[in-house]
């Protein structure tokens, strides 16, 4: 059950009619989920802003970093520039390398790319060990290029999935989540891989105190949008994301990695003064991901590689 089955309704937006960064227009999603053994708890989950060539037909986007103990590959071109090259791809920390040779080897396959040399693949990453054989090598640069290959619109699979398989939130499992507004004639969508901690928080009332759970972790959230943004309102978008962030109770500590993402499929350039409805409802939707990762993920056996020994991590449960 998602947030709002559970009769929990966060901001004065409405959402999409899939409550999903998918009701962006062409937005796809693809995972591959990877639970196997007693160990091995992780995935990848590729973001497509459009069906179209990327490489050649690239959509503005910002970056935003909060606090930058992370691996966001790409992450100076896409600011210098202010846009994508390449779909995004998320994946646990010491799988990064490999997302770049994934999202290098899907662009170089397009018959369009066949006199490309340089490609900016953009990668995002949180840390999967409390859960997941980390020092495996999984997922693979072929697992990660089914996500890329079977990306699809639609409903968004949320929770315990991709790159969310083996994610904790607040000392709870923690996941994929995703939730969507719209505001004045445009839609905007966000998706996380949730993987921090602080006091769990749900409007504003602390729900569970969880502070001593877990101290440490990180987020990664994407924004899709169809409006029409410059790459530095894009930018100051994804900025306000994180007051969503905040306000479920993230303790944005020296060991969080918090990045964002914001692209848009529109062109042109709405003025700044028409940005502050987008700003607000950016802020609800991230924490609608958030909640919406929480609940919809499930109780989790895995592997600590940190400790060396098996891990249980419960749901949360309203």
């Given at each position: ?23 962006v227009a062409g937005v796809k999603i ?77 662009t170089l396959a397009h018959p369009e ?206």
């Amino acid at each position: 059950m998602r947030a709002r089955e559970h009769g929990i309704k966060i901001g004065r937006f409405a959402p999409g009619p899939l409550n999903a960064i998918t009701d962006v227009a062409g937005v796809k999603i693809g995972h591959v989920t990877l639970i196997e053994g007693e160990r091995t708890r992780t995935g990848a989950t590729a973001i497509l802003p459009h069906s179209d060539n990327v490489f050649t037909n690239r959509p503005r986007a910002g970056l935003s970093v909060l606090n930058g103990f992370g691996k966001f590959a790409g992450a100076t071109q896409l600011q210098e520039l202010g846009e994508l090259e390449t779909p995004i791809l998320l994946t646990n920390t010491l799988a990064t390398g490999r997302a770049v040779e994934a999202l290098v080897q899907h662009t170089l396959a397009h018959p369009e790319n066949k006199l490309v040399t340089s490609i900016n693949a953009v990668v995002g990453e949180t840390n999967d060990g409390r859960l997941n054989d980390i020092r495996a090598a999984r997922p693979s640069i072929e697992e990660m290029r089914v996500a890329l290959n079977t990306a699809s619109k639609g409903p968004v699979a949320e929770g315990a999935v991709g790159a969310g398989t083996g994610t904790i939130s607040f000392g709870l499992k923690g996941g994929v989540g995703t939730a969507s507004r719209l505001v004045e004639g445009h839609t905007l969508g966000v998706l996380v891989q949730s993987n921090f901690g602080g006091t769990l928080r749900v409007n504003g009332r602390e729900v569970r105190e969880t502070s001593k759970a877990d101290a440490d972790g990180s987020i990664v959230i994407v924004i899709a949008t169809d409006a029409s943004l410059c790459a530095r309102n894009l930018t100051r978008l994804a900025t306000r994301s994180f007051a969503g962030l905040a306000r479920i109770g993230s303790s944005l500590s020296n060991g969080s990695g918090d990045y964002a993402l914001a692209f848009t499929s529109a062109s042109g350039d709405m003025p700044n003064d028409q940005c502050s409805p987008l700003f607000e409802a950016v802020i609800e939707a991230t924490e609608e991901a958030i909640l919406n990762a929480l609940l919809a993920a499930r109780d989790m056996q895995g592997y600590d590689a940190l400790k060396d020994r098996p891990n249980l991590i419960r749901s949360l449960k309203l």
